[in-house]
């Protein structure tokens, strides 16, 4: 029982860690909107636009990492789910792989 507890409580001090560190390589809205103003990068709307096309469906999730990659969970037409690494300055598809 003891074992147990301590294995809760190690593992609640291991999320606030996790989300730092998602913070920190994730860009807030703000900072997105003003890439995309400045033309750093592609508005999540063309990146959406491209993916439509190619695989149907819709956006569940996006994240903006480091200001070059968006990370995108994207429901095709069919319902399948995928995980997307979206090069945001080009909106080239880099990576691809089914949502586990």
């Avoid at 990068?41 to 695989?55: A, P, T, V």
């Avoid at 090069?87 to 586990?100: K, L, N, P, W, Y």
């Amino acid at each position: 029982m003891k074992s147990v507890v301590i294995a809760l409580l190690l593992g609640g001090l291991t999320v606030p860690v996790a989300q730092a560190q998602w913070s920190q390589n994730n860009w807030s809205p703000s900072q997105a909107r003003d890439a995309v103003k400045k033309g750093d990068i592609k508005s999540l709307s063309d990146i959406y636009s491209g993916l439509r096309k190619r695989y149907g469906g819709k956006a569940l999730d996006a994240q903006l990492r480091n200001g070059d990659t968006y990370q995108i969970r994207w429901e095709t037409g069919g319902g399948r789910v995928l995980d997307l690494e979206v090069d945001a300055r080009t909106g080239r598809v880099m990576s691809e792989r089914g949502a586990g």
